[in-house]
């Protein structure tokens, strides 16, 4: 099993940065593709970015410009931020890793148990 | 971005039955199409990847098929613990994205 734990406040308010925090356990970060997706309540899955453990990151251009996915080996973490958030961004926020089967193409292997993330004053 | 279509959106079913749910991708992807299982409140699990790899530790009545733009999944003999909601992803290119999901529920 490889733990992934999100962290992070439940509610934003309008306009504010939304910041969430993925704690890995039981295996290195330094491999992998670690993702953010998100679920809007009642919706479907949308991804959000990983982050490679050499800092390389790719974004969902839908997001891209809100968007920043950091990592902390040290700590076997790895942080989103996405800014400017609207009520549109209200979702359960799951942490991924993408495990790599074919050259770069990664499927989801192990997920955190998601948090609720509200967007209201 | 690779718009990926499921059908049928819901659908109802019997333990015992066989259950087929498809999956079309908007652009030919090759194989590289994963399913996953979500039950309410839990995070999605993956089922299969690779269009036809099973998963450790899932049940072998579970099993993918297809390539370039058209998947299956298929359950065999369907069981109380598997209705759920199941996504399809491609993970051809970025964005990866997922079809809108199929919800299994009890006739």
């Known amino acids: 099993q490889v733990p992934l734990q999100e962290s992070g406040p439940g509610l934003v308010k309008p306009s504010d940065t939304l910041s969430l925090t993925c704690t890995v356990s039981?295996?290195?970060?330094?491999?992998?593709?670690w993702s953010w997706i998100r679920q809007p309540p009642g919706r479907g899955l949308e991804w959000i970015g990983y982050?490679?453990?050499?800092?390389?990151?790719n974004y969902n251009p839908s997001l891209k410009s809100r968007v920043t996915i950091s990592v902390d080996t040290s700590k076997n973490q790895f942080s989103l931020k996405l800014s400017s958030v609207t009520s549109a961004d209200t979702a359960v926020y799951y942490c991924?890793?993408?495990?790599?089967?074919?050259?770069?193409?990664?499927?989801?292997?192990?997920w955190g148990q998601g948090t609720l993330v509200t967007v209201s004053s | 971005d690779i718009q990926m279509t499921q059908s049928p959106s819901s659908l109802s079913a019997s333990v015992g039955d066989r259950v087929t749910i498809t999956c079309r991708a908007s652009q030919t992807i090759g194989k590289y199409l994963n399913w996953y299982q979500q039950k309410p409140g839990k995070a999605p699990k993956c089922l299969v990847y690779?269009?036809?790899s099973l998963q450790s530790g899932v049940p072998s009545r579970f099993s993918g098929s297809g390539s370039q733009t058209d998947f299956t999944l298929t359950i065999s003999s369907l069981q109380p613990e598997d209705f759920a909601t199941y996504y399809c992803q491609q993970s051809y290119s970025n964005p990866v994205t997922f079809g809108g999901g199929t919800k299994v529920d009890i006739k």
């Open positions: 690779a269009a036809s």
């Open positions: 991924a890793r993408g495990f790599p089967y074919s050259g770069w193409t990664y499927y989801f292997d192990y």
């Open positions: 039981g295996v290195s970060i330094s491999s992998s593709y």
């Open positions: 982050i490679y453990y050499s800092g390389a990151t």
